[in-house]
């Protein structure tokens, strides 16, 4: 990875349709081997304590520690492997001196009611991963064990680098009362990954000699011409100006990217110059942001028949020509515009940062970089058992310094890559960021004989569409030099980027009243875009908000922040 001297790149991640990705690097071990320290003893069997002193050494005697897994029951294992003997549970045993026992194995689908019926009869395993409120529900009860100097003595450099990545956002999603009690699962390709973006029909902004978008008002003339200035040249009055779909803040024809624009950022917890947590939905930004879009299908410029159109709606208008500018992320090139470019080779599509009124920087709004927890019952023998478990994913899956060459994580097994087998995944968030990075230093000196995977499979992509592969457009729309991860490279380095406040469990009023409060609240955002609903709706929306719950959970996200 970039931050580390030596490492490549490695892993894996779903683009829409083309781009799934597996993992392995070539690496140096950046100062956690193996030979860290284990202390050793007669053996655990006869009242000894089996240890060790620092990431990634072995236990002797070993040890055992229990678990429960979900598991997703279309995996097929290899002849005579399963999910209590594999690659992994191998080099636990001989490597690590740690044998993983699970006391259940269930479907994904069953383990969120199966784990619930575990901790409502307190028969927990030594580790799971649990949700952001089982792990609520399990700190009040004070069943987990505090992480805080555990994750400092035990976990590798590497882990602490990954854990960081979000600068703590969602290491403080696990920490109660100044206890780190879960190791977070960090969301590959997530973070500043997240981020909106603008994509346009280059070649219909050409047609029209319109300059490309720096503010919001360049936005807005560009969607105006695009529905009136007959920008495919082919003489009828058919084409859309800005792409909404009904959602509003999500998929591809969202107006999330707009509204941060304006410094607005609807569904999420803001800081307020006190300190406090306000939600971003009422703030008086998002009038601005609503206004315009109101102003915007007043004039025709927004589909009449948005509202009833999702995304896959958007997709549709898309591939036909009849649109051509929207908010999306950063994967939808891939799949959404490859149609359109399937469909008519002469199509120009580009991305651009998201925009502001004076063109002035962009705060994107980002999703939470961790949902899920990795946790360790109170008072079990060998609490750093998982930290270390951690470590060692981390080492054999992007790491090769005991792996052979070929690395057998790269290998499949009906295309489910053996990094599912282990109980405790944690990955980098930014892996496709990253490989872009190297991708683009490799095609700059035209060489990517050195690329580790994935890397490698995009730069072969890219090199394959330069040489007149046009099948090949899906990877450069994402990955080439002016593709939509340049935007989130750009994103990064600038150090923008914002995330959710709060980020603990929902509170009890949340969990009873937030879900009437959001309907609530996209109906009102709906009619006021339409015109149903004059501006200073929003106002009242905002009072109501408070009165209907609202103000309740403030006071409780204020008491857990």
């Known amino acids: 990875m970039e931050k580390r001297k030596t490492a490549k790149i490695a892993s894996g991640l779903l683009l829409a349709s083309a781009l799934t990705l597996g993992a392995c690097s070539n690496s140096t071990n950046g100062g956690n081997a193996s030979s860290a320290p284990a202390s050793q003893s007669a053996g655990e069997n006869n009242g000894a304590v089996s240890s060790v002193t620092g990431p990634l050494g072995k236990y002797d005697p070993p040890i055992e520690v229990t678990t429960v897994r979900a598991v997703n029951q279309a995996f097929k294992y290899d002849e005579g492997k399963s999910i209590d003997n594999n690659i992994w549970t191998d080099i636990f045993k001989d490597q690590y001196g740690i044998n993983v026992k699970n006391l259940w194995v269930v479907d994904e689908s069953q383990y969120r009611q199966k784990l619930n019926i ?28 505090d992480l805080t100097t555990l994750l400092d003595q035990y976990g590798s450099d590497y882990l602490k680098e990954l854990l960081n990545q979000d600068n703590g956002t969602a290491l ?28 346009l029909r280059y070649d219909w902004l050409k047609n029209l000699n319109l300059p490309e978008p720096k503010t919001i008002d360049d936005v807005i ?43 607005a950022y609807p569904d999420v917890w803001l800081k307020d110059d006190s300190g406090n947590l306000v939600y971003g939905s009422i703030q008086p930004e998002m009038k601005l942001a609503l206004e315009k879009l109101s102003e915007l299908y007043k004039a025709g410029i927004i589909d009449r028949e948005f509202t009833v159109k999702d995304w896959n709606k958007i997709a549709e208008d898309i591939a036909a020509g009849r649109l051509g500018l929207a908010y999306g992320t950063v994967s939808d090139g891939g799949h959404i515009h490859k149609v359109n470019k399937d469909n008519n080779p002469d199509a120009e599509w580009k991305v651009y940062p998201i925009v502001s009124p004076d063109g002035s920087p962009v705060q ?27 470590n060692i994913y981390l080492e054999h899956y992007y790491l090769t310094n005991y792996a052979p060459d070929p690395n057998p994580f790269i290998s499949r097994d009906n295309g489910i890559f053996p990094g599912k087998y282990h109980p405790v995944l944690i990955d980098p968030l930014n892996v496709n960021l990253d490989a872009f990075r190297l991708v683009q230093d490799a095609l700059a000196k035209n060489d990517g004989s050195q690329l580790g995977f994935p890397a490698s499979v995009h730069y072969d992509r890219l090199t394959k569409y330069a040489a007149g592969d046009k099948e090949m457009w899906f990877s450069t729309i994402v990955f080439g030099a002016e593709g939509s991860y340049s935007v989130i490279d750009q994103y990064d380095r600038n150090g923008v980027g914002i995330y959710n406040a709060f ?12 879900a009437s409060l959001k309907k609530y609240q996209d109906e009102t955002f709906t009619k006021i875009i339409m015109g149903e609903s004059p501006i200073t709706e929003f106002d009242k929306f905002a009072s109501e908000w408070k009165k209907l719950g609202g103000d309740q959970i403030t006071e409780e996200v204020n008491e857990r922040k």
Not at 224 to 249: C, E
Request: proline fraction near 4%; charge should be negative.
């Open 118 to 145: 575990s901790i409502a009869s307190g028969d927990i395993p030594d580790f799971m991963m649990v949700n952001k409120e089982e792990l609520l529900r399990l700190s009040e009860e004070d069943q987990l064990e």
């Open 172 to 199: 403080k999603a696990a920490t109660y009362e100044g206890k780190l009690l879960g190791i977070p699962q960090m969301q590959v390709n997530g973070g500043v990954s997240t981020a909106e973006m603008i994509y």
């Open 221 to 263: 003339q560009i969607a105006t011409a695009f529905v009136k200035d007959d920008p495919d040249r082919n003489g009828k009055n058919d084409t859309y100006g800005l792409g909404l779909n009904k959602d509003l803040f999500q998929a591809h024809g969202t107006v999330k990217g707009f509204f941060n624009g304006f410094n």
């Open 364 to 390: 994107p709004q980002l999703n939470d970089t961790a949902n899920n927890f990795f946790v360790v019952k109170k008072g079990v023998k060998h609490p750093e058992a998982m930290i270390q478990l951690a």
């Open 503 to 514: 980020q603990g469990a929902a509170t009890p009023t949340m969990s009873e009243k937030m």
